[in-house]
C-alpha cells in the first residue's frame, strides 16, 4: 500500500521517491495515521483517497521548506545589480514583475521585496508572486513572524529595518509583507498559472531536485512559458545542469546560478555575462542607494573548449574547465576533468564540492555525500561543502543528521 501512496505523491506533485528516500515517506505515512487514530495502512489510502484535506497534511509532511532571508545573498546582489543596469534603463516607466516559487514559509519573496526596495525602486514599480503547495506553508508566510532560525549569517542589516522584535520574534513590517501576493498552486500542473502574466525575473530553487524526470522537464517548460525573454531565471547549484538544450542560458556572477531566456530565434551559443573586479557580491547598506550598484555589464560571447583541449593543454585550468562542463551540463565531461585535477590536487576540497554537486545532478545522491564528506575533512569550515550536505540530508529525510549541520554553518557566520 505505500508504493500506492508513493504513486500517488509521484501523479499530484512530480514526487521522486528517491530525492527523499522511501525511509522519509514511510515515517511520514505512518506518523499521519498514528495522529489519525488508523492502524491499517489501506484503511489510510481509503482516508487519503476521500480527504482533500488530509492530502494538503501528507503532502506538508513530505515537502521539507527549508528556506531563511537572503539565502544565497550573491543572487539577490546580481538581481539588484540586473535591475539597475539592464531593466531599470529598457523600462523606466514599467512594473518589474517577480515569481517566487515554491515560496515556503516568505522569507524568499520578502527577500526579493526588500532587496528591490534597497535597491532604490518604489513599491509602485514591482509586483511579486509568491506560490507554494503548501497551505499551512503560506499561512505562516502571510502572519510574517519569525524567529532566529529564518535568519542567518553576517548581513542581517535589514532586520532592524523591516522588523520589530517582540519576545524573540520578528515580524516583518506591514508596508513590506502588503508587496507580496501569495497563491496557492502545484508547479507539477501543467496549467499553472496558464493565464497570468509573464515574468520579468522567476526564482525557482531547490525544488526540480525533488522532482521525477517527466516533472522536471514539464516544469522547465512551464518556466519559459512563464519567463519574459531576456527574463532572469534563479535555480539552484545541484539544478543548473537541468537547463541544458533549453530557452536559458548561464548568467555568470560569482557563485549565483541565474539563467537567460533566449528568444527562439537565437542561437544557443553560451553567453557569459563577466561582472567588473569593483562589484559587490553582498549588500553595502553604507552606500547610497544610487552608488550601490551602478556598475556596467561587459558582455562576450564564448564558445566552450572542447575536451580534447583540455586534455592536450597541460597549463589549461582543469578545475575552470570542470565547472565550464557541468554549467553546460555536460556531467561525464566534468566528473572526468575533476578527477584529471585531483590526481595533481589531491587535498583540494573545491574539487571535490563540484563532484558531489554534480553526482547530485546525475542523481546519486550517496556518491554526492561522500564528496561532500570528503570536502569537509579537508576543510572543516567549507560552508558550500555543509550547506549541500545539509540540503542533501534534508531530501534523504535525515532532519537530525541535517539540523546539526545547519547549526554548525550558524556557529561559522556568527
Not at 487519503?48 to 537572503?70: G, N, R
Not at 552608488?291 to 561587459?298: A, H, S
Not at 584529471?340 to 571535490?352: F, G, V
Not at 558550500?384 to 531530501?395: C, I, N, V
Request: contains cysteine; glycine residues 4%; aromatic residues 10%.
Amino acid at each position: 500500500m505505500q508504493s500506492v501512496i508513493e504513486a500517488l505523491l509521484k501523479s499530484k506533485i512530480g514526487l521522486d521517491v528517491n530525492s527523499i528516500g522511501y525511509g522519509a515517506i514511510a515515517s511520514a505515512i505512518y506518523q499521519r495515521m498514528a495522529d489519525c487514530g488508523i492502524k491499517q495502512i489501506s484503511s489510510y489510502l481509503a482516508h487519503l483517497q476521500d480527504s482533500p484535506q488530509e492530502w494538503d497534511i501528507l503532502i506538508d509532511s513530505v515537502i521539507v521548506p527549508e528556506t531563511w532571508f537572503f539565502r544565497e545573498p550573491e543572487s539577490f546582489a546580481f538581481l539588484k545589480h540586473y535591475v539597475l543596469s539592464e531593466w531599470l534603463p529598457k523600462k523606466p516607466q514599467g512594473v518589474l514583475r517577480v515569481l517566487s516559487v515554491p515560496c515556503a514559509t516568505g522569507e524568499e519573496p520578502y527577500s526579493i521585496a526588500i532587496a528591490l526596495l534597497e535597491a532604490g525602486l518604489t513599491s509602485a514599480q514591482f509586483h511579486i508572486d509568491a506560490v507554494d503547495i503548501s497551505k499551512q506553508c503560506l499561512l505562516k508566510a502571510q502572519r510574517a513572524i519569525y524567529d532566529n532560525y529564518s535568519f542567518r549569517g553576517n548581513h542581517l542589516f535589514f532586520q532592524e529595518r523591516y522588523f520589530e522584535s517582540r519576545n524573540s520574534r520578528y515580524y516583518l513590517r506591514k508596508s513590506v509583507k502588503n508587496l507580496v501576493n501569495f497563491i496557492n498552486a502545484n508547479l507539477a500542473n501543467p496549467h499553472f498559472l496558464v493565464n497570468t502574466q509573464v515574468y520579468d525575473v522567476v526564482f525557482c530553487r531547490n525544488l526540480l531536485i525533488y522532482f521525477d524526470s517527466a516533472t522536471k522537464e514539464q516544469t522547465i517548460h512551464i518556466l519559459e512559458r512563464l519567463l519574459i525573454e531576456g527574463g532572469l531565471l534563479f535555480v539552484a547549484h545541484a539544478e543548473a545542469a537541468l537547463l541544458m538544450k533549453t530557452q536559458f542560458v548561464s548568467v555568470r556572477q560569482s557563485s549565483a546560478i541565474a539563467y537567460k531566456k533566449l528568444s527562439n530565434h537565437q542561437n544557443l551559443v553560451e553567453k557569459t555575462y563577466t561582472i567588473p573586479s569593483n562589484y559587490k557580491s553582498t549588500f553595502d547598506p553604507q552606500l547610497p542607494t544610487q552608488n550601490r550598484y551602478q556598475f556596467p555589464i561587459e558582455n562576450k560571447v564564448e564558445v566552450p573548449p572542447q575536451k580534447s583541449e583540455a586534455a592536450n593543454n597541460l597549463n589549461t585550468d582543469l578545475l575552470e574547465l570542470a565547472k565550464t562542463a557541468a554549467n553546460r551540463g555536460c556531467l561525464d565531461e566534468a566528473v572526468q576533468l575533476c578527477n584529471d585535477y585531483l590526481n595533481q590536487n589531491q587535498m583540494n576540497a573545491e574539487a571535490y564540492v563540484l563532484l558531489g554537486q554534480v553526482q547530485q545532478a546525475m542523481g546519486d545522491n550517496e556518491q554526492a555525500a561522500q564528496y561532500f564528506h570528503k570536502a569537509i575533512y579537508l576543510q572543516p569550515s567549507h560552508e558550500a561543502a555543509l550547506t549541500h550536505l545539509a540540503l542533501l540530508k534534508e531530501q534523504q529525510g535525515d532532519r537530525i543528521s541535517a539540523n546539526l549541520l545547519w547549526q554548525r554553518i550558524y556557529r561559522l557566520q556568527r
